[in-house]
């Protein structure tokens, strides 16, 4: 009776194994990390599974199975002798394969390569079936940015568990990153301006940017803890480390992974909550009258980091080109401004 169900599991682990098999050309043994790959009972359908019942991560004695992941290797090649080094960390969904097909294309298109001080990686939850597992591994195999774990994408209970190991990856696979910049597939970046700011950030350690939440804050049982608004916020490389140990502490678990990590987890290890305006993601209809000049609209674009992505698909190329487009603007204007 449960010889179907067997080899779905196995065909799974296939499956998994040729996508793993495909980046291990180059072995991180000389990393000093960990990669959770091994050792795995994958025969068992308990470890592919992830009820809603625990309340602390500290519970689950069996969390290695549940953090490993799988797929793209962006990181390779970085060294820590490089000037500056920022990991876009992108929470994404399995299905959404438009939403990563348009930011390779757009916004990430100049600035992600291997060549290049920006490397971006997908991050998805557990494929629910065979069939997404194969469209993965073939997008995996064309572009090489996806990486997946085994939380199921089924609760958003488990939102908080995903990025959790998405920071396990980190450490194991992108430790030489000097900023980590997280965001969701809703999120466009302005590259120029984020890049500008880490510059100015390079002795920084032991911070969290992001736009705080805007009402009160968290209150717990002593006290009030700030969080960052959702889409997006940056962190010093020393911050991964303290917030996937953090994480894993004998502490209450909460499915809202912003109050989870940048709220209680950060507070408890002394992390430095900053709050930017520019880290809160906005579409320029929002926060600009109608009647707002071209020269407005540069002067906010031209600074500002995150935008959402209209519901317009078209208009996703021209918020990106008029990050250059207002550069270009606002260098003429003081160009002139100079001459008069």
Known sequence: MHIIPMLSVLFYFYLCQQCYSAENDHNHAND??????????????????????????????????????????????WNKEAKSQLLILVDSNTKHEFHRQIARVTWLRNFHGSHSKVRAVF?????????????????NRK???????????ISNHHRSVKMVSGLDWVLNRC??????????????????????????QQNSKNSIWGFKHSVLPMKTNTN?????????????NDVVKKLYFGALEKIPYMSDENQFLTGVV??????????????????????????????????????????????????????????????SISTKNSIHHKSV
Request: hydrophobic fraction near 35%.
């Open 266 to 327: 950060a507070a408890n290890q002394g992390v430095d909550v900053i709050h930017d305006k520019h880290f809160k993601a906005v579409t320029l209809s929002s926060v600009l009258p109608d009647n707002s000049t071209a020269v407005e609209k540069c002067n906010y674009s031209r600074h500002h980091y995150i935008f959402l992505k209209p519901e317009n698909k078209d208009e996703w190329s021209h918020i990106v080109s008029s990050f250059k487009i207002c550069k």
């Open 175 to 200: 430790k030489h990153a000097k900023f980590v910049l997280k965001i969701d597939d809703k999120s466009i970046v302005n590259m120029p301006a984020i890049l500008k700011f880490i510059d100015k």
């Open 123 to 139: 991050f998805v939850g557990k494929p629910q079936s065979l069939k997404m597992t194969e469209r993965l591994l073939v997008e």
């Open 224 to 236: 009030y803890i700030n969080y960052t608004c959702e889409h997006a916020y940056m962190m010093t």
């Open 143 to 153: 572009y090489g940015d996806i990486v997946w774990t085994h939380i199921p994408e």
């Open 32 to 77: 000093g990390g960990e990669i959770h790959t091994t050792n795995i009972d994958w025969t068992s359908e308990d470890h592919m599974l992830l009820n809603d019942s625990f309340k602390s991560l500290s519970e689950l004695k069996n969390l290695h199975h549940y953090l490993n992941t799988f797929g793209g290797d962006v990181c390779r090649g």
